[in-house]
């Protein structure tokens, strides 16, 4: 497995754990800190579940098994790869930070709106990697 | 990789990059006239949750899980292309029904069809379940 289908993975089981801990938060007692933007979190454990845990593993595992290139590299530019882990990660992060504090503290938007363009740009460089290892043979 | 596959591969790659979009219009709020109308909730879950996630595994387990010993390897090419055709069919109802509130009714007809072509990919591939190597 080459080291960048490594680190997906442990960042897509990361944001798992990360999931489950905020999925806990939000199974609490009723009347618990009732000032937790309850609403915020299970957005961002929904997306760190769906983005950061199916997306990344998916990507690793597809880097690492499609068709390779008979020409070096053989798995594509690994840039492109190392930009999208780094770009979706730093985009689920200050989501995960900006959304809570956008609904509980008044916090500014910026945060959101730039963790938007970063996880669009990720998903650019992620597909960008892949399509050319897609190639339908006969069989 | 079979044609099939590739095919839906590209598809779903297309959706994730189309439903990232729609993603990324909903958390920036930006442009404001566009990304508060209400309908791009079930567009982002529709092309995400079906047109991506969904197709990609079905595209990958035609390619991937194990193949029969005789032909057709991988099953009848015809029921795997009626179930992808379906499945294109019903996705693009289910995504017309989420974008535009007059055509609404085409919501459950959408998903009557993806349901349909999940049926077909099952009786695909649920006999291809098996340890590798066996017949």
Redesign the interface.
């Known amino acids: 497995m080459p080291p960048l289908s490594r680190w997906f993975v442990r960042a897509g089981f990361l944001a798992l754990a990360l999931a489950l801990l905020i999925e806990i938060l939000l199974a609490r007692p009723a009347g618990l800190w009732p000032t937790l933007p309850d609403a915020a979190l299970q957005l961002g454990a929904i997306h760190l579940l769906?983005v950061g845990w199916?997306?990344q593993l998916?990507t690793g595992v597809?880097f690492w098994?499609?068709?390779r290139h008979p020409t070096t590299p053989p798995r594509g530019d690994v840039r492109l790869g190392w930009w999208g882990l780094s770009l979706l990660n730093l985009g689920l992060l200050l989501?995960l930070l900006g959304e809570p504090w956008r609904v509980a503290g008044g916090g500014p938007?910026w945060p959101?709106?730039v963790?938007?363009?970063l996880?669009?740009a990720a998903?650019?460089c992620?597909?960008r990697l892949?399509?050319p290892r897609?190639?339908?043979?006969?069989? | 990789m079979p044609r099939l596959s590739a095919l839906m591969i590209r598809l779903a790659l297309v959706s994730l990059l189309l439903g990232s979009t729609v993603g990324a219009l909903l958390l920036s709020q930006y442009p404001p006239a566009l990304s508060r109308l209400p309908q791009l909730r079930g567009l982002h879950r529709d092309l995400m949750l079906f047109g991506w996630l969904v197709q990609f595994v079905l595209g990958v387990a035609y390619w991937i899980l194990p193949r029969h010993a005789s032909r057709p390897e991988r099953g009848p090419g015809a029921l795997a292309a009626t179930a992808v055709a379906l499945f294109q069919g019903g996705l693009v109802l289910a995504l017309l029904g989420a974008a535009a509130p007059a055509l609404h009714a085409f919501a459950p007809a959408g998903r009557l069809l993806l349901a349909g072509a999940s049926l077909l990919f099952a009786l695909l591939l649920l006999p291809r379940i098996k340890p590798f190597g066996t017949p």
């Open positions: 769906t199916l997306l998916i597809a098994m499609f068709p989501r938007f959101l709106a963790a938007a363009l996880q669009l998903v650019g992620i597909v892949l399509w897609i190639r339908g043979t006969a069989s």
